[in-house]
């Protein structure tokens, strides 16, 4: 089973920048979709940025021409750069990676804009 484990977070001005890290165990990672989410005190979890296996992305309208997300399959990591960032995109950011019947989270990662 994939495991995942988020870093990079932390506390940042607004119009600041970060990157997060999600490293996963397993030999099949490049197989996998892997997403982004984010949950805010309050509110649903929801979607942030999405690449496939083949590497087609997909961001929410409210992210987009901020963030970026990659992957390298030969480190098993997939990344969130976030630039611009807002006092709205404080949240707990999460990891996520699905195949077939497989869902996987990793523990999140706090994020906070402020300052």
């Known amino acids: 089973q994939v495991q995942l484990v988020e870093s990079g977070g932390g506390l940042v001005q607004p119009g600041g920048s970060l990157r997060l890290s999600c490293a996963a165990s397993?030999?099949?990672?490049?197989?996998?979709?892997l997403g982004w989410y984010r949950q805010a005190p309050g509110k649903e979890r929801e979607l942030v940025a999405v690449?496939?296996?083949?590497?087609?992305?997909n961001y929410a309208d409210s992210v987009k021409g901020r963030f970026t997300i990659s992957r390298d399959n030969a480190k098993n990591t997939v990344y969130l750069q976030m630039n611009s960032l807002k006092p709205e995109d404080t949240a707990v950011y999460y990891c996520?990676?699905?195949?077939?019947?497989?869902?996987?989270w990793g523990q999140g990662t706090q994020v906070t804009v402020s300052g």
């Open positions: 690449i496939t296996s083949g590497g087609s992305t």
């Open positions: 996520n990676a699905k195949i077939a019947l497989v869902d996987r």
């Open positions: 397993g030999s099949i990672f490049r197989l996998y979709t």
